[in-house]
Every structure is written in C-alpha cells, then in structure tokens.
C-alpha cells in the first residue's frame, strides 16, 4: 500500500517520556541482575512482565536449559539459568517481527560496581544501563507508540527477553531460533555505540575449556614420579595462541588457568579457558582440528588425560544482500527525525548472530547510545531514550504501511 500516514502524530506519545522513562532506568538498573544472581534474575523478570504486561499481548514465563559448565577443578556440572520472558501479539498479521533483549548483566551480586551516578544531566553511569536495560526501555516504548497507531493491527511482533544472554545464551538460543522461524525479520536492542553507530557484521565465537589432568607428586623428593599438568597446559596455550591470525579474522583469547598448588607439589590438573573469533563459518571447523590434535598430543603422553569442552555458540554474522538493504531502510527512517543512521563490521557478538543464523535479517543494535559496557564505566547516553524508540518505531510503521519494503517479505515468499 501507499502511505499518508501521520507518523508524526504516532510519535508525539513519545515526546514526554524522557523523564518517566529514566526513572524506570534507574530502577531496573538499581536490581542486579547477574547472569549468576537467580533471585535478582526473578525480580528483574518481574518488573519486565509488569512494564511490558500493560502492552496487552499474551505474555508466558519459559524455563531456560541449564547452563554446561566447568568449574575450577575440571568437574562439568549443569548451572541453573533464570527464566526467560515470551510476549506475543497478533501472530497472524501481514508483518511480523522478532523483537529481542536480555535482562542478565555481566555484573554480579558481589560485584562492586551495584549503584548509579549521573556524570552529567545526560550521562547515567550504572549497571546495565546500556546493555541493555536502557535497550528493553527503548524496545518497550517503541512498542506502546505501535499500540497507539491505527497502523497497529498490521503488525505482529514476538518479544523474547532472556536471561543468560551475557554467558553465551546456551539455556535460549533454542527459543531463539523458533522464534526467528516465526518472524519476517528482527530487532534486537544491544547498545549503539556513543555516537549512534550500530554494529553491522558481526563475528562469531566460541567459549572452551580445555582440562589436562597429571600426577600429583612431592616437587623435591620425588619430581621425577609427577606429571606437571600446568607445563602440558603451557604446551596447549602456546599451540593454541598461534592459531590468531591463520585464518583471516581469527583469534584465540586465552582467558584464564585454573590449578596448581604449593610451590613443593607437582600440579596435578590445568584447567584452560579461552575464546575464539572467526570471521567465516567454515573455519570454526578448522579451528576445532587444530584445538583436538593439540589435546590429542597431551592425552597420549604417559600418565597425562585431556579433554576439550565448549564449543561454538554465536555463528558468524555476515553483512548479506539482504541485512544491508534493511540497514539502508533504517537509514532512510533516521533521516526522517534528524538522525544520521551509520554502521560497522565488529568483533562482538550478540543474539542477532543466532537470529540471523536461522534465516532472517536483523539489526541488533537498536538500543540506547552508550558506551564502555561490562565495565564500571559502563553509561548511556538518555537523550538517546526517545531518540531511539522513535526510531524504531516509526521503522516498524512505515514497513506497515508499505513505504518500507518488508526486509524479510522476500525471503519468505521464495520459501
């Protein structure tokens, strides 16, 4: 259809919302909710379904897989993860969209980093404020200036807010996935940078541990009878450290090294954790090769044992045809308020790898502006409040009313 719409008119409900919505800011950021923090998960879960219950969709709680994890002495136990929440509204209409966030923080409940500060009338230092408690703000008033707009009965959307997002999202990624089969496209609310910029491609990453086990023995009397797991495990680091860089785009992290004891006692057990970012999808096979024939060499050495686990969990995220031409229409709707719309590959990565993995495009940078996020410097940006939900907003109206072609119309016809 052809559009004289009066966009203008839908967006003034949002033209005094700075203020309530800052104050709602301020008190999600004031629950912590760590990945790890089950109790202020739940409290957080709580206050969403409340702020998002009054938008009138069929709103549900979805218990969340456990978590695949090894702890420091090289056990591998199931962590629990907090529930994820799951709104759905007019699934049957002629444009349907995934809207997604996480209510988990990288910051737990010992962590010292729990209070607010304004570092200036618009700068909100505190906890999630850009990642992205500041993003489900702006995704949730995107969606009640949608509710208001006689364009409403032509948009369907499905909002999925999980809780172990910042961990690697091993509990939903399956909910995601569903959800994303459902969807014509998707929105995901990560934080901006400070400038606007949104994240175009995206690589993709994986978490491991490897755990080499030895033989523990007195470090003087009787060193010749230990196998020093550390020293393999140094062997496995430097192996696996060259692996950056022989592959365009790829590195590995290590991160950290659990094990060892007193100095006068062979070490017995390493447990190694590290990251690796690729660029392309095929060479996380190839990484895979690299990593077990290094962890082969340790498991037949005499008295030695080693294991990997992990595994890749956020496919890389190209910057397709298809993802650009939706980039260039969220362009053409920022020109329309004022907004210069621009964007760039990064290394991180998010839920909109998975999203897009399942088939369809999605911008998942459509949160606040802000900026030093999983640090106690972490802050947004709350002009960008208003800012960004009528961004969103008037993207998702004008797809409606047909002045922006549907960026996953055409995908889904050929299907």
Not at 55 to 60: K, Y
Not at 72 to 101: F, H, N, T, W, Y
Not at 131 to 141: C, E
């Amino acid at each position: 259809m052809t559009s004289q719409h009066d966009y203008k008119s839908d967006l003034a409900f949002l033209d005094d919302q700075r203020g309530p919505m800052t104050e709602r800011l301020r008190g999600w950021c004031a629950i912590n909710s760590g990945s790890s923090n089950l109790d202020g998960l739940k409290a957080m879960h709580a206050a969403l379904a409340e702020g998002f219950g009054a938008l009138g969709a069929d709103i549900e709680t979805i218990p969340s897989r456990a978590h695949p994890v090894v702890t420091r002495e090289g056990e591998k136990i199931e962590q629990p993860v907090g529930d994820m929440l799951r709104l759905v509204k007019r699934p049957q209409a002629p444009v349907r969209v995934l809207l997604s966030g996480h209510m988990d923080t990288v910051f737990a409940a010992d962590h010292p980093f729990q209070g607010e500060t304004f570092l200036d009338d618009d700068t909100l230092n505190a906890p999630g404020a850009a990642d992205m408690k500041g993003g489900l703000l702006v995704m949730l008033h995107a969606l009640q200036t949608i509710e208001r707009s006689s364009l409403a009965e032509r948009i369907g959307y499905e909002v999925l807010i999980n809780a172990d997002e910042e961990i690697g999202s091993h509990g939903s990624a399956h909910m995601l996935t569903e959800a994303a089969k459902r969807a014509q496209f998707a929105c995901v609310y990560e934080p901006a940078l400070a400038d606007g910029t949104l994240a175009g491609a995206r690589k993709g990453s994986g978490n491991f541990a490897a755990v080499i086990k030895g033989k523990s023995a007195h470090a003087g009397r009787e060193h010749h009878l230990g196998r020093n797991a550390i020293a393999a495990a140094a062997d496995f680091i430097s192996g696996m450290d060259k692996l950056s860089g022989q592959r365009e785009g790829l590195t590995v992290n290590i991160a950290r090294v659990d094990g060892g004891g007193p100095n006068n006692v062979v070490p017995d057990l390493a447990v190694v954790r590290f990251n690796v970012r690729l660029e392309q999808p095929d060479d996380s096979e190839w990484l895979m090769q690299q990593a077990n024939a290094l962890i082969d060499d340790i498991d037949k050495r005499e008295g030695y044992s080693a294991e990997l686990n992990g595994g890749f969990t956020r496919p890389p995220k190209p910057m397709t045809p298809q993802l650009e031409k939706f980039f260039l229409s969220l362009r053409a709707a920022g020109e329309d308020l004022g907004l210069t719309i621009d964007w760039k590959p990064t290394g991180g990565c998010c839920d909109g790898n998975n999203i897009a993995a399942a088939g369809i495009p999605v911008i998942d940078t459509l949160g606040v502006r802000g900026a030093n996020i999983h640090s106690a410097q972490e802050y947004a940006k709350l002009d960008s409040l208003v800012e960004r939900a009528k961004l969103s907003a008037l993207l998702l109206l004008k797809i409606a009313a047909g002045e922006i072609e549907n960026p996953g119309a055409a995908a889904e016809a050929r299907s």
